[in-house]
């Protein structure tokens, strides 16, 4: 099973908003309604933002949206904050049981 | 409150084999699955496997299979990790983290740092 694909890097200045892709397959973003976005800080444990594409967890910020289209998932966060800087990551189940992280994409607030 | 509380960093020798343990508290543990997942240095997050507590069940990433073990203890509400015959590469943060039900992963351990060194 191959990571899907995201960009390395994305940046934006605070207030403005981005959108990181996560592309994948028939066999999995594709697939299913089944992609989550996750932020990660270095030295802490991963924080789930978004599940089943579009629903954000309570205590989540709206400021953190998801959609699908395709074989490819979006996350998009608006009014850029400075600690939103941190690496993000998408994830799927695939129709093999498995699951699939992206590659990971570090998100610089300029 | 949910809480998964992992064991502590380990140090081990090429070809030797570990097992990090994750004890969970605040909800029915045999109700949520558990994954695990790791961090190498500079790298991503990689999907290791899946445990269903109620019964025992796995599936593992391909990457792994033959050499990652999955098991629950439903007494001490804890999950454990055994990965053999290991290499430099396997150098990493191992995570425990609840399955959400909704096909996600809600709540995650502290990490347990794993290095592969002679």
């Known amino acids: 099973q191959s990571a899907l694909t995201q960009p390395a890097s994305v940046s934006g200045s605070p207030g403005q908003s981005i959108t990181i892709s996560c592309t994948g397959t028939s066999s999995d973003v594709g697939a299913y309604n089944y992609v989550s976005w996750y932020q990660h800080h270095p030295g802490k444990a991963p924080k789930l933002l978004i599940y089943e594409v579009t629903n954000r967890p309570s205590g989540v910020s709206n400021r953190f949206s998801g959609s699908k289209s395709g074989n490819t998932a979006s996350l998009t966060i608006s009014g850029l904050q400075a600690e939103d800087e941190a690496d993000y990551y998408c994830n799927s189940y695939t129709s093999s049981t498995t699951w699939v992280f992206g590659g990971g994409t570090k998100l610089t607030v300029l | 409150q949910v809480q998964l509380v992992q064991s502590g960093a380990e140090v081990k020798q090429p070809g030797a084999s570990v097992k990090v343990s994750c004890k969970a508290s605040g909800y029915m543990f045999t109700s949520y699955n558990m994954h695990w997942v790791r961090q190498a240095p500079g790298q991503g997050l990689e999907w290791v496997g899946i445990?269903?507590?109620?019964?025992?069940?796995?599936s593992y990433a391909q990457k792994f299979q033959g050499r990652v073990t999955l098991t629950r203890d439903r007494s001490t509400r804890t999950a454990y990790m055994e990965l053999s015959s290991l290499t430099s590469e396997d150098t990493a943060a191992y995570y425990c983290?609840?399955?959400?039900?909704?096909?996600?992963?809600?709540?995650w351990g502290q990490g347990t740092q794993v290095t592969v060194s002679s």
């Open positions: 445990i269903k507590p109620s019964d025992g069940s796995t």
């Open positions: 983290t609840r399955d959400s039900s909704g096909w996600a992963f809600d709540y």
